[in-house]
């Protein structure tokens, strides 16, 4: 289970890097009117692939985890609740977020309204993981070993 737990923390890293990056590329190609590239489509591939990963990796410490406690006790408890439902939902969320601006700009034929759908989804998502993060008291850079 450590190593779940490890990986689940690194790949987080790898997620919030891509996702500022395609955050970037599409604010630059939204404003500068650009074609949606080739590159950009790789950048949002592998943002879906890493944010993909991360469910994968959550999915399995959520039911394996001893800090997620499935009772009713744990809602009157914040750290237990926040893992068992609080941390879920927030990521679950932005994980949607991440999807569907991926799989909707791939639909739009306009180079700067994909650019745009990429941002603005992005950018909301980003926003629900970091007041998620932000929930747990642990801050952002902490790594689980």
Request: proline share 1%; net charge positive.
């Amino acid at each position: 289970m450590q190593i779940l737990v490890v990986l689940h923390s690194l790949n987080r890293y790898v997620l919030l890097i891509l996702l500022l990056v395609v955050i970037g590329k599409s604010l630059t190609g939204w404003l500068n009117k650009s074609p949606f590239e080739k590159a950009d489509d790789k950048l949002s591939l592998f943002l879906f692939i890493s944010t993909h990963t991360q469910l994968l990796l959550g999915l399995i410490l959520y039911f394996v985890s001893p800090i997620v406690i499935f009772s009713g006790a744990s809602m009157k408890d914040s750290v237990a609740r926040y893992w068992l439902v609080e941390h879920f939902t927030g990521m679950l969320i932005a994980i949607v977020l991440i999807s569907v601006a991926r799989i909707s700009a791939k639909k739009l034929a306009d180079g700067t309204a994909k650019h745009k759908r990429m941002f603005i989804l992005n950018v909301i998502a980003l926003v629900v993981i970091f007041v998620t993060i932000a929930q747990s008291h642990r801050g952002f850079f902490s790594v689980s070993w």
